[in-house]
């Protein structure tokens, strides 16, 4: 059974970081491509960013391009979701998703297995 659990979500002031973390379980993050997305109260979930199962591919969304990585520890099974120059708009919950390919996609259709997600809070 896939399993996916995130963790490290918090409150942190404006201009901060945090770094979330995601535990994948029955198979290996190695065997297709991981993303993060989140989800703010009363919006739809939306797209962070995705590695690609080489590790060789990321993508992220614009609203967090040059703030956000997302790395990965083959080792521990493990994708990371380094948040930094935190504003109050990132304020969401946050999911870690195994995709159906290969190459990183955006859409959330293109994801079969979900993690519970992990709150962050970014305070003014």
């Known amino acids: 059974q896939v399993q996916l659990v995130e963790s490290g979500g918090g409150l942190v002031q404006a201009g901060g970081s945090l770094r979330l973390s995601c535990v994948l379980s029955?198979?290996?993050?190695?065997?297709?491509?991981m993303g993060w997305f989140r989800q703010a109260p009363g919006k739809e979930r939306e797209f962070v960013g995705a590695?690609?199962?080489?590790?060789?591919?990321?993508n992220y969304a614009d609203s967090v391009k040059g703030r956000f990585t997302i790395s990965r520890d083959n080792a521990k099974n493990t994708v990371y979701l380094q948040m930094d120059s935190l504003k109050p708009e990132d304020t969401a919950v946050y999911y870690c998703?195994?995709?159906?390919?290969?190459?990183?996609?955006?859409?959330?259709?293109?994801?079969?297995?979900w993690g519970q997600g992990t709150q962050v809070t970014v305070s003014s």
């Open positions: 998703a195994q995709s159906r390919y290969a190459t990183t996609v955006q859409a959330p259709a293109g994801y079969n297995y």
């Open positions: 029955g198979r290996t993050i190695t065997s297709y491509a």
């Open positions: 590695i690609s199962r080489s590790g060789g591919s990321t």
